[in-house]
């Protein structure tokens, strides 16, 4: 049987764009909360770990680990509303049944096995010679945007509670697209990489208590959420086209906490 299914970089892209604006106007409280705290878990991260005086290691480690927990919902809510139109208009309606804890539980494990083999090939490059050393850092750091990019639909199976939502099924439903699904999310990223880098060079200009400081703090928790926003229904879209295994959940079950806009 002939696979119909295609990933279509330009359609998705802009739906990617679209949908976020959309679920922004349909759900404010939501993408301003998330905003609100994004901010306030930076600053005291910085405060508590500062990048210049901290590993690198152990501020990645901690950095993946406070972003699951502060754009979770956001991403599950966003989620729904691209999959499967339904409206969650408070954060709180992310949190509720186990679907918050599956999805935190799973994003926790594949973020540290990409800082684990970020950090494992970071440290193999520093023990051997160049060039060996540098092959097996970028062998390492692109396995684990592999990964990352071929388990991406397990996310929205997640949060609209798919029945068939597992780690081998997003595998499976991915193999040959795993390339055409990078291109889109290094597409839906490169106008906030863009942004960010020179707000990250910036940042380190000046002391975060101060007023620049804090504005900037702001700015970047503004670029991380709609970073994160667009590539939450970047998924979304890849989901609905790819899904065979994970199985689409119909628009009217299955994901608790949200509201049918």
Not at 107 to 135: C, H, M, N, Q, R
Request: glycine share 10%.
């Amino acid at each position: 049987m002939r696979d119909s299914r295609r990933v279509d970089h330009q359609a998705l892209t802009q739906g990617a764009f679209s949908g976020a604006v959309a679920f922004a106007k349909a759900a404010p409280l939501v993408v301003l909360d998330t905003v609100i705290l994004a901010a306030l878990v930076d600053l005291a991260r910085r405060l508590l770990l500062p990048t210049g005086s901290t590993s690198p290691y152990l501020v990645g480690t901690v950095e993946a680990v406070l972003g699951v927990f502060v754009f979770a919902p956001m991403i599950i809510a966003a989620h729904r509303y691209s999959v499967a139109g339904m409206l969650t208009p408070r954060l709180t309606g992310s949190l509720a049944g186990p679907i918050f804890g599956r999805f935190v539980k799973t994003s926790l494990i594949l973020s540290l096995i990409t800082v684990a083999g970020y950090a494992g090939g970071a440290f193999l490059s520093e023990a051997l010679d160049p060039p060996l050393g540098t092959a097996v850092f970028f062998m390492a750091f692109a396995a684990t945007i592999a990964l990352s990019v071929r388990l991406g639909p397990l996310f929205p199976a997640i949060s609209v509670n798919a029945n068939g939502a597992g780690w081998g099924a997003a595998w499976r439903d991915t193999a040959g697209y795993g390339w055409r699904i990078f291109f889109v999310l290094a597409i839906c990223s490169l106008p906030f990489i863009l942004l960010g880098l020179p707000l990250e060079t910036a940042m380190r200009e000046v002391e975060i208590l101060r007023v620049a400081g804090l504005i900037l703090t702001l700015l970047r928790a503004v670029i991380e959420t709609g970073w994160t926003l667009v590539l939450a229904c970047a998924a979304g879209l890849i989901y609905k086209e790819l899904a065979r295994e994970l199985l689409l959940a119909p628009p009217s079950g299955g994901a608790s906490g949200g509201n049918h806009g």
